[in-house]
């Protein structure tokens, strides 16, 4: 009975591992992506983003096709050709831009939660990222995307 039991924890444990491993952020690489119901051509489009660089998160993988979930927590199917790494996050709550990675650092904008931000690299705590109109430095806690 009792290696039952340890054979099941294990095998819970490897199940768990790999449903996480393929759990990563990426970003939608073009202005137009269809989401699918399925893994395939054939399958009929659920919805279509419409935002270049949106972070959405992977959570299943079936030959080119990635299963993923978006902030709103809308899921389906989309092709890899129409992925790429992630270089985007989206704030959930008002942030403040910082000329350097430093609380003490000179504000340079107030970023409302929502907006899609450009990572250019992320240090610590800290991601130094770009909008249309401002480049500098945000803290890296509460925001959708980051790895």
């Not at 959405?56 to 129409?82: A, L, T």
């Not at 250019?120 to 806690?141: A, D, P, Q, R, Y």
Request: with cysteine.
């Amino acid at each position: 009975m009792l290696n039952k039991i340890i054979l099941l924890l294990i095998s819970s444990f490897f199940y768990l591992a790999n449903c996480l491993a393929n759990e990563v952020f990426v970003s939608l690489k073009k202005d137009k992506v269809n989401v699918r119901y399925g893994p395939s051509l054939e399958s009929p489009i659920k919805y279509v983003y419409k935002k270049i660089n949106l972070p959405i998160k992977q959570i299943d993988k079936k030959e080119n096709f990635r299963r993923i979930i978006d902030i709103k927590n809308n899921s389906g199917w989309i092709h890899v050709s129409q992925l790429k790494q992630i270089n985007s996050i989206i704030p959930l709550k008002d942030k403040i831009l910082f000329q350097e990675p430093s609380n003490f650092s000179k504000p340079l904008a107030k970023i409302k939660k929502g907006r899609i931000l450009i990572v250019k690299k992320c240090e610590e705590n800290w991601c130094l990222i770009k909008t249309s109109k401002f480049k500098g430095w945000i803290k890296n806690t509460h925001v959708w995307g980051k790895n």
